[in-house]
Every structure is written in structure tokens, then in C-alpha cells.
């Protein structure tokens, strides 16, 4: 009981400091998390005092890391004083200005480049789903035995999705070398089945949100070689074989 008086005290004494403050920033902010004040609180102060808010890619990852709710975060978006271009969504603040994927490197983000790929059935797609979409195994090709992008463990990639897009809509895949291109296997829809081998090259990963529409996703447990990023609506049509998608894909180096 008396350490929650004298938290409370403190954050009282902090929120007090805090209101003669000319300008609120970032540091203020998880101090006042850190005391325990609530949301609603502190999004009042933010809204009733002047702000100079750092929102970068990096600056949205630390608030979020450290426990900021996201209606603090968006309260800080609102109000901030910063000069516009930092108050942008994150993936623009990250040079993200289209929907792609992007990976960090000497601290700025960069576009992961997409390569083509075609696909491969063998003729007929096994079905597993009826309700008129055909869905089943198939085959991605890629050209060349190495992606353009090396890349070393741990990775950071920012996936900036189109709307109504959900990070696990992603996929992950292991690509594997055959014959002078890159190989890997997956489905179309989006349906995920054992029966035909199709989580055989499929990556478990996780994406965090961090703004509307921008994942931030860690992957830090690659083994050097070949692997892509495959986005969802890659391929959705039973004569696949005739169609071409991309990837973004990439090289983990020793």
C-alpha cells in the first residue's frame, strides 16, 4: 500500500513538473508511462501542451517497445509540433512511401527490390476447397541462384501493406536452389495444408504493428542462404501456371 502511495505521489509531482514544462517530448512521455499515469491522462497533457515529438521508424518502435499505448502514440501524431514531415506516417517518415517491403541498413530504411515469379502447377492444382476457387499446391521459380540484396542476421524489415492488409497475410519462405534458379513452395489463396508438402518451405515469423497499415518484423534466427518475402494476392487463379508474381527477396550472408 505504501508503494502505491508513493507512486502515486511521484506521478502527481512528475505530472505537476511537467505542467509548467514549455514543450512535452518523447523522454516526457515515458516518464509519464513509466509513473504510472493513465492513458487518458496523458493524452489530455499532450493535447493540452505545446510538443516537439519525435515519430521516426526507430522513435515509434522505442515508445511501442516501451509499453506507450497506441492512443498516446496517436495523440502525440495529432498534436505534435516536430515540423510536419515527422509527423507522417512511419512508413514515410522511413522513406516508405510506397507499399513494399523495406530492410534497415547503417540506420535508414531501404526498398527490399522484388523479383519475378513465375509459377508452376505441373498442369492441375489439387484441390482442397470448393465454394468455386480452386486452391492447392504450386510451385514459384525464380530466376538466378542469389538475390541482389545480402543481408546479414539479425534483420529488421518494415512491411508497409495496402489497406485492409494484415501482416499475417505475408509469407516467409525458404527458397531453395535447383537448376540455375530459385525454387520454393507454397498455395494459392492464402490456405496453408500439410497434405501436399506446402508448408515445406514456409517460415514462421511475427509482425508488429506500429501505424496503420506498417508492420515492423525481426528476424533474427536465419541461416545463411536464399529467402523471400511473398505477398498475399500473389497469385489467386487455377491456371497459374500462366501467370507471373513477385518476391521480395533477399540473401542471408555468413
Not at 8 to 24: D, H, K, R
Not at 170 to 187: A, C, D
Given at each position: 500500500m505504501q508503494r502505491v502511495f508513493i507512486r502515486l505521489l511521484t506521478g502527481l509531482f512528475l505530472l505537476g513538473a511537467l505542467a509548467f514544462c514549455q514543450t512535452l517530448d518523447n523522454d516526457s512521455i515515458l516518464k509519464m508511462v513509466k509513473a504510472g499515469l493513465g492513458p487518458d491522462l496523458i493524452v489530455t497533457m499532450v493535447q493540452s501542451q505545446p510538443g516537439n515529438y519525435k515519430l521516426g521508424v526507430d522513435e515509434m518502435i522505442a515508445l511501442k517497445s516501451a509499453g506507450v499505448p497506441d492512443k498516446i502514440i496517436a495523440a502525440m501524431q495529432a498534436k505534435g509540433s516536430a515540423p510536419?514531415?515527422?509527423?507522417?506516417?512511419?512508413?514515410?517518415?522511413?522513406?516508405?512511401r510506397e507499399i513494399g517491403v523495406y530492410f534497415k541498413r547503417d540506420g535508414e530504411w531501404k526498398d527490399l527490390l522484388p523479383e519475378v515469379v513465375n509459377w508452376k502447377t505441373g498442369?492441375?492444382?489439387?484441390?482442397?476447397?470448393?465454394?468455386?476457387?480452386v486452391k492447392g499446391d504450386i510451385n514459384g521459380l525464380v530466376q538466378g541462384t542469389n538475390s541482389r540484396?545480402?543481408?546479414?542476421s539479425p534483420v529488421e524489415i518494415l512491411i508497409y501493406a495496402p489497406?485492409?492488409?494484415?501482416?499475417?497475410?505475408?509469407?516467409?519462405?525458404?527458397?531453395?536452389?535447383?537448376k540455375g534458379y530459385r525454387e520454393f513452395r507454397t498455395v494459392t489463396g492464402g490456405v496453408m495444408h500439410v497434405a501436399g508438402g506446402a508448408t515445406r518451405d514456409l517460415i514462421p515469423f511475427e509482425g508488429k504493428k506500429i501505424a496503420s497499415r506498417t508492420f515492423s518484423v525481426s528476424l533474427s534466427n536465419l541461416k545463411p542462404g536464399e529467402y523471400g518475402i511473398l505477398p498475399p494476392g500473389a497469385n489467386t487463379s487455377s491456371s497459374a501456371g500462366a501467370q507471373m508474381g513477385k518476391l521480395y527477396s533477399f540473401s542471408i550472408i555468413e
Amino acid at each position: 500500500m505504501q508503494r502505491v502511495f508513493i507512486r502515486l505521489l511521484t506521478g502527481l509531482f512528475l505530472l505537476g513538473a511537467l505542467a509548467f514544462c514549455q514543450t512535452l517530448d518523447n523522454d516526457s512521455i515515458l516518464k509519464m508511462v513509466k509513473a504510472g499515469l493513465g492513458p487518458d491522462l496523458i493524452v489530455t497533457m499532450v493535447q493540452s501542451q505545446p510538443g516537439n515529438y519525435k515519430l521516426g521508424v526507430d522513435e515509434m518502435i522505442a515508445l511501442k517497445s516501451a509499453g506507450v499505448p497506441d492512443k498516446i502514440i496517436a495523440a502525440m501524431q495529432a498534436k505534435g509540433s516536430a515540423p510536419p514531415a515527422a509527423a507522417q506516417p512511419v512508413a514515410e517518415a522511413a522513406a516508405a512511401r510506397e507499399i513494399g517491403v523495406y530492410f534497415k541498413r547503417d540506420g535508414e530504411w531501404k526498398d527490399l527490390l522484388p523479383e519475378v515469379v513465375n509459377w508452376k502447377t505441373g498442369g492441375v492444382l489439387k484441390s482442397v476447397a470448393t465454394v468455386g476457387i480452386v486452391k492447392g499446391d504450386i510451385n514459384g521459380l525464380v530466376q538466378g541462384t542469389n538475390s541482389r540484396t545480402k543481408l546479414a542476421s539479425p534483420v529488421e524489415i518494415l512491411i508497409y501493406a495496402p489497406e485492409g492488409v494484415a501482416v499475417t497475410e505475408y509469407q516467409l519462405l525458404k527458397l531453395r536452389e535447383n537448376k540455375g534458379y530459385r525454387e520454393f513452395r507454397t498455395v494459392t489463396g492464402g490456405v496453408m495444408h500439410v497434405a501436399g508438402g506446402a508448408t515445406r518451405d514456409l517460415i514462421p515469423f511475427e509482425g508488429k504493428k506500429i501505424a496503420s497499415r506498417t508492420f515492423s518484423v525481426s528476424l533474427s534466427n536465419l541461416k545463411p542462404g536464399e529467402y523471400g518475402i511473398l505477398p498475399p494476392g500473389a497469385n489467386t487463379s487455377s491456371s497459374a501456371g500462366a501467370q507471373m508474381g513477385k518476391l521480395y527477396s533477399f540473401s542471408i550472408i555468413e
